[in-house]
């Protein structure tokens, strides 16, 4: 890819690890509003301008578009956000991205890529799960994300812009969230396993996810803005892997030593997924995408990186929330 590049959502979770893979061989822009995201999340990276505002802000986001060929999408209001705000979570996730859209055509890009969510297919009805399984969303944020789906689509269909829509599975990895309602499992779960306490499991503990690191994550997002056979395709990026939660629990205190601590249950979250795996055979074939990093060596990574950070684990617990789908008090 020989072009300019706009990440927006750029200093989040998987947009800082994009970034990363992105400023090694190009000049990268990224548009972020900072509201989960983090400066520090691509401070010090080489080839990264950080624009901080809204992708609802219309002439902010006309003059950052200037001399953009590529654009990435992963600006989102997230899936706990949106069940204690689903009105604001629906500005942010669907009108945003049919704004950015409208921006994107006026600027004459040569690629859009969207990053959606498996969240758009609900709980499984049969796996594994290939782009076909039908969509039913549990949450405002599976819904506005399918809607940012439709959008993209309709750009390709009636403009013939050139779009890719993406549907990883849950991703982990260095720089993810377990403050607020950012906050996912993995993270979660170590914090508290790094405090000594126990995680938390909402229902049984039977609920499945299928874990990709984000590096992998990040490099199948990349490929779809260089590979020709992608454009107009929905594809998901999964490893294909199914891991119950009560499993997860016991892997995380089994990779922090904490096999003296047992997990907890707590009440079922609302909306909550039972089931998730992904069949990536269309990412493999279209991106030349295939996973390498498993869920056993991918945590070890990212603890790992915990230890270089010099992470405070009893610090970073004062963000963590048990119950964050709740508005917060604060
Ligand atoms: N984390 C996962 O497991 C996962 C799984 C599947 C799909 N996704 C998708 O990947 C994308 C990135 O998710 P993430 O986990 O990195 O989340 P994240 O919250 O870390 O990243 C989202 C970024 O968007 C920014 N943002 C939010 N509202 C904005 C606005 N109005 N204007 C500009 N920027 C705004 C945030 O500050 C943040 O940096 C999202 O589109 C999400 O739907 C994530």
């Not at 590049?5 to 989040?12: I, Q, R």
Request: charged content about 20%.
């Amino acid at each position: 890819m020989s072009a300019n590049v706009l990440v927006v959502g750029g200093a989040g979770f998987i947009g800082s690890a994009l970034v990363r893979e992105l400023a090694t061989s190009h000049e990268v822009r990224v548009l972020d509003d900072l509201s989960t995201g983090k400066a520090a999340n691509v401070e010090g990276v080489a080839n990264v301008d950080l624009v901080v505002g809204s992708l609802l802000d219309r002439a902010l986001v006309a003059e950052t578009f200037k001399g953009i060929d590529v654009v990435f999408h992963l600006a989102c209001l997230g899936v706990r956000h949106s069940i204690h705000s689903p009105e604001r979570n629906h500005e942010v996730n669907a009108t945003g991205t049919l704004q950015l859209l409208e921006a994107a055509r006026a600027a004459g890009v040569s690629r859009f890529v969207y990053t959606s969510t498996s969240e758009v297919y609900g709980t499984a009805t049969s796996v594994p799960m290939p782009e076909t399984h039908p969509t039913l969303p549990h949450t405002v944020y599976g819904g506005s994300k399918l809607a940012g789906e439709a959008y993209v689509r309709a750009y390709h269909c009636t403009y013939g812009m050139p779009t890719v829509v993406l549907r990883p599975f849950n991703a982990y990895g260095p720089r993810s969230h377990h403050e607020g309602d950012s906050g996912e499992v993995i993270p979660k779960f170590i914090l508290r396993a790094m405090n000594g306490l126990p995680p938390l499991m909402f229902g049984d503990g039977a609920q499945t996810r299928d874990f990709t690191y984000v590096e992998d994550t990040a490099r199948g997002i990349a490929a779809a803005a260089v590979a020709p056979a992608a454009i107009g395709a929905t594809i998901n990026l999964g490893s294909g892997l199914e891991t119950p939660i009560s499993e997860l629990a016991d892997l995380v205190l089994e990779s922090t030593g904490r096999t003296d601590v047992r997990p907890e249950h707590r009440p079922p979250r609302p909306g909550d997924i039972l089931r998730l795996l992904a069949d990536s055979r269309l990412a493999a074939d279209l991106l030349g995408w295939r996973p390498t990093i498993d869920l056993g060596t991918g945590i070890g990574k990212l603890l790992a990186w915990h230890r270089e950070q010099g992470t405070d684990w009893r610090v970073l617990l004062d963000e963590d929330r048990e119950r964050n789908w709740e508005k917060p008090t604060s």
